[in-house]
């Protein structure tokens, strides 16, 4: 059977449309970080998004090649991801997407060691004439965080994550976002199909315990 992160993890991938409080382990991703508007057409988003899922199709198709990874097993592809912030303080103003600061995720199946990953990048670079520097093996451990399943467009996304940190609030929690704590989104949606009010996208906010 195909494995399905999705399915397999429904507290990260399936949160309910309430805000709730979850404690996230170590993952490994594929990353490209860069900064910008995400909507500009053919600008640096939209080509770090191309890169990954260079690399990613070439450790998912390993299964047909010589090179198989030691522990592989077939997969459905995870969802894309993105951590985001504008400035120091981590918080950001959906008017000034000029000013985004950006982390553009895949996650890997655990059988992706650094091996894997700079052998799939030289590959990838190969078959398809593509310079893949910016793709980086990036593990990851989130921790706490307060977390909510959002519909409908991303420019409707602050009424919920009001939400979520008034939630946090009542827990007695508060946000932690800084260098190394980002607002995090999870794409389960294809944001080129069907109608934005109907767009699913899991949000994540890093917390801390509220200091007595």
Same mark, same amino acid.
């Given at each position: !059977?195909?494995?399905?992160?999705?399915k397999?993890y &429904?507290e990260f991938?399936l949160p309910p449309k309430q805000?709730?409080?979850?404690?996230?382990? $170590?993952m490994?991703?594929l990353?490209?970080r860069?900064?910008g *508007? %995400?909507?500009?057409?053919?600008g640096?988003?939209q080509q770090a998004?191309? @890169?990954l899922?260079? +690399?990613?199709?070439?450790?998912?198709m390993s &299964?047909?090649g010589?090179r198989?990874?030691?522990?592989?097993f077939?997969?459905?592809?995870?969802?894309l991801?993105? @951590? =985001?912030?504008?400035?120091? #303080?981590?918080?950001?103003?959906l008017?000034r997407k000029?000013d985004?600061?950006?982390? $553009?995720l @895949?996650?890997l199946?655990d059988?992706v060691?650094?091996? +894997?990953?700079h =052998?799939?990048?030289g590959?990838?670079a190969k078959?398809?004439k593509l310079?893949? #520097?910016? +793709?980086t093996y990036?593990?990851w451990?989130? /921790?706490?965080?307060?977390?909510?399943?959002?519909?409908? %467009?991303y420019?409707g996304?602050?009424?919920?994550?009001?939400a !979520?940190?008034?939630y946090?609030?009542e827990?007695g929690?508060?946000? *932690?976002? /800084?260098p190394?704590r =980002?607002?995090?989104?999870l794409? @389960?949606? *294809?944001?080129?199909? /069907?109608?934005p009010?109907r767009?699913k996208t +899991?949000l994540?906010?890093?917390?801390r315990?509220?200091? #007595?």
């Amino acid at each position: !059977m195909t494995f399905d992160f999705k399915k397999a993890y &429904k507290e990260f991938y399936l949160p309910p449309k309430q805000p709730a409080l979850v404690t996230v382990p $170590s993952m490994t991703f594929l990353a490209v970080r860069g900064q910008g *508007d %995400p909507n500009q057409p053919g600008g640096a988003y939209q080509q770090a998004i191309g @890169l990954l899922y260079a +690399v990613a199709f070439t450790i998912k198709m390993s &299964k047909l090649g010589p090179r198989q990874p030691e522990g592989y097993f077939d997969y459905v592809m995870p969802p894309l991801e993105g @951590l =985001w912030r504008q400035g120091e #303080s981590g918080h950001m103003d959906l008017t000034r997407k000029a000013d985004f600061q950006w982390v $553009s995720l @895949l996650r890997l199946p655990d059988f992706v060691t650094e091996e +894997v990953f700079h =052998w799939a990048v030289g590959e990838a670079a190969k078959k398809k004439k593509l310079d893949l #520097s910016p +793709v980086t093996y990036f593990p990851w451990t989130e /921790g706490l965080c307060v977390q909510c399943m959002h519909l409908g %467009p991303y420019d409707g996304e602050p009424a919920t994550l009001r939400a !979520m940190e008034d939630y946090a609030r009542e827990q007695g929690y508060t946000m *932690d976002l /800084g260098p190394d704590r =980002w607002h995090h989104e999870l794409y @389960l949606s *294809d944001p080129r199909r /069907g109608r934005p009010e109907r767009r699913k996208t +899991v949000l994540r906010l890093p917390v801390r315990k509220e200091e #007595s």
